[in-house]
């Protein structure tokens, strides 16, 4: 069925090779090729995450606080592989959606670590449901031992043979 002149135009999906465009060596860069497959399943994901405008970053620092209440800023920043400041305006943002509080460190005035909130707890569950379900679809076209064999593949790039 045409769509209608007032109904919005999709938004095109990510395309990494766009025909009759010479490449050259970048199809032969390991790193050109994980960022490439990055944002094409982060497409997936943002759309897949839009009901509760969860973001990887939200969701990875969700999933690290639910499993590690009383969790400092500064651990989370390390984890995440970003600036403190960059935690900072994380956190904020998941406060100010409901999703996570800040709590006292007692016996340290200046410190104080993290928890999700009730809120945070319920709807973590609906998220991470919706990630899993995204994950599949992005993985749909790789058999189970290629799945394993890529992460594995992936974990050593990033030097974290796990």
Known sequence: ??????????????????????????DKLVGYGIRRAQIALNEI???ALAPWNITPPRFSAMTIISLNRG???????QVLGIARSGA??????????????????????RAWGLALTRKGQKDLVQITQAVMDQDRLAAQHLSAEEQAWLLKILLKVAHDEG
């Open 1 to 26: 069925m045409p769509r209608k002149k007032s109904e919005p135009v999709p938004p095109a999906h990510f395309n990494p090779h766009v025909p009759g465009i010479d490449y050259g060596v970048l």
């Open 45 to 47: 994901f943002i759309e």
């Open 71 to 77: 969790l400092k800023l500064t651990q989370l920043a």
């Open 88 to 109: 900072v305006m994380l956190v904020d943002a998941l406060e100010d959606m409901g999703y996570v509080e800040r709590l006292d460190q007692p016996g340290d005035g």
